[in-house]
């Protein structure tokens, strides 16, 4: 049976987040670099993105460019920007047919010039779809973003704009990079490592945290929907008893 034929209609994740990891050791296992392994990952990208809208999700961010990864090596991180721009330009026949809005949030402008350029035109143009928003974390870090949050709240407070009592989650909520999102339902990382690398951090307080052994760019949509049908196996209680979110028979 397919795969996609066991995923309930009723229980779709509104919001799923992937941290795309194990190009590089996929490059390694075939004795090329890393950037040969980043190439190779648009494929997974593409399907990711096609499964997501084809089962109902809302949204999906993409952990595509940290704020650490500045620190990997100048060639590396140059072929990073380059493959972001080209493949922005080559996938948009792909996004306008899925009906996928573009969405970014992080530090954006630190990116280089074209990129930001390219970023902007494809945000513009996939404005109007309304099937799937597709949000790539580029120069993100979730600390940076609670800093920042926090930096920006406060100087509402200093201003009178707003007083500390009116602070609560929705106020924090409304500060995010990712204000306009529903909180991440379910978080899936590639390639075997377990943790979430200062990614969405308070997004994804309720998360279902899926880990699978798939390097990113073996990723395909069969690999999605065992993460989709494994989010559905699960029992999500919010802090409460088992027996407070099942019904009464």
Do not use: C
Not at 10 to 33: C, F, L, Q, S
Not at 73 to 86: F, H, Q, R, S, T
Not at 137 to 151: D, Q
């Amino acid at each position: 049976m397919e795969k996609k034929l066991l995923i309930r209609s009723e229980n779709i994740p509104k919001h799923v987040a992937v941290i795309m990891d194990g190009n590089g050791r996929w490059a390694k296992d075939k004795g090329m670099n890393r950037i040969f392994g980043h190439k190779n990952a648009i494929t997974a990208v593409r399907e990711t993105i096609e499964a997501a809208a084809e089962i109902g999700t809302e949204a999906i961010t993409l952990y595509a460019f940290s704020t650490e990864n500045w620190k990997r090596p100048k060639l590396e991180v140059n072929a990073l920007m380059g493959l972001l721009i080209n493949s922005l330009n080559k996938e948009l026949s792909t996004l306008q047919n899925n009906e996928v809005r573009l969405n970014t949030i992080g530090d954006i402008n630190t990116l280089p010039n074209n990129a930001q350029k390219t970023l902007k035109e494809v945000v513009s143009k996939t404005k109007n779809n309304k099937k799937i928003v597709l949000t790539l974390a580029l120069s993100y870090g979730a600390r940076e973003e609670i800093v920042n949050t926090i930096k920006n709240i406060s100087k509402k407070v200093v201003n009178k704009e707003l007083s500390i009592e009116e602070i609560d989650e929705k106020i924090i909520n409304n500060h995010l990079y990712t204000f306009n999102l529903p909180d991440v339902d379910l978080m899936i990382r590639t390639s075997g490592e377990q943790r979430v690398s200062n990614f969405l951090l308070w997004q994804m307080a309720y998360a279902e945290l899926y880990f699978t052994n798939i390097l990113w760019p073996d990723f395909r949509k069969e690999h999605f929907y065992d993460a989709i049908i494994e989010y559905q196996n699960r029992e999500r209680r919010f802090g409460k008893t088992s027996e407070q979110i099942k019904p009464a028979e």
